[in-house]
């Protein structure tokens, strides 16, 4: 089951978050005739819950597992950037892409930054 959908910034890429486990990253081209394929998978180790596409290559994306990982899909790896032990229910990126909230079953809310753009504010902060 499709559990998150998300355009890539240029509107050239879907990705999709699957209870199987798996995201795939399918690229739809610029105009509606364009031929369609699948260009990166990126599986793990529980259900995908939600996902964004803040920035060119990154992809950051909730498992059901608790994790909030990274996937970028120009070195085609994917990596751990939190952990909770609750359930990720949602996902959302700052205007600027450098930091995100993820909400969990249990209430919590964490807010990370992959650029402090300045302020200081440490990069992990649980609420």
């Given at each position: 089951?499709v559990?998150?959908?998300?355009?890539?910034?240029?509107?050239t890429?879907?990705?999709?978050?699957?209870?199987?486990?798996?995201?795939?990253v399918?690229?739809?081209?610029?105009?509606w005739g364009?031929?369609k394929?699948?260009?990166?998978?990126?599986i793990q180790t529980?259900?995908?819950?939600?996902?964004?596409?803040?920035?060119?290559y990154i992809?950051?994306f909730g498992?059901?597992?608790?994790?909030v990982r990274?996937?970028n899909t120009?070195?085609?790896?994917s990596?751990?950037i939190?952990?909770t032990?609750s359930?990720?229910?949602?996902?959302?990126?700052?205007?600027?892409?450098?930091?995100?909230?993820?909400?969990?079953?249990?209430?919590?809310?964490?807010r990370?930054?992959?650029d402090?753009?300045g302020?200081?504010?440490?990069?992990?902060?649980?609420?």
């Amino acid at each position: 089951m499709v559990k998150g959908m998300v355009f890539s910034p240029d509107s050239t890429k879907i990705a999709t978050g699957q209870t199987d486990i798996i995201i795939y990253v399918y690229k739809i081209g610029e105009d509606w005739g364009d031929k369609k394929v699948i260009c990166n998978k990126f599986i793990q180790t529980s259900a995908v819950t939600c996902l964004q596409w803040p920035a060119e290559y990154i992809i950051v994306f909730g498992l059901a597992e608790g994790k909030v990982r990274l996937a970028n899909t120009k070195t085609k790896e994917s990596s751990t950037i939190y952990g909770t032990d609750s359930y990720m229910v949602v996902l959302t990126t700052n205007c600027s892409g450098k930091g995100i909230l993820s909400g969990h079953e249990d209430g919590t809310i964490v807010r990370y930054f992959f650029d402090d753009e300045g302020s200081g504010e440490s990069q992990v902060h649980f609420c």
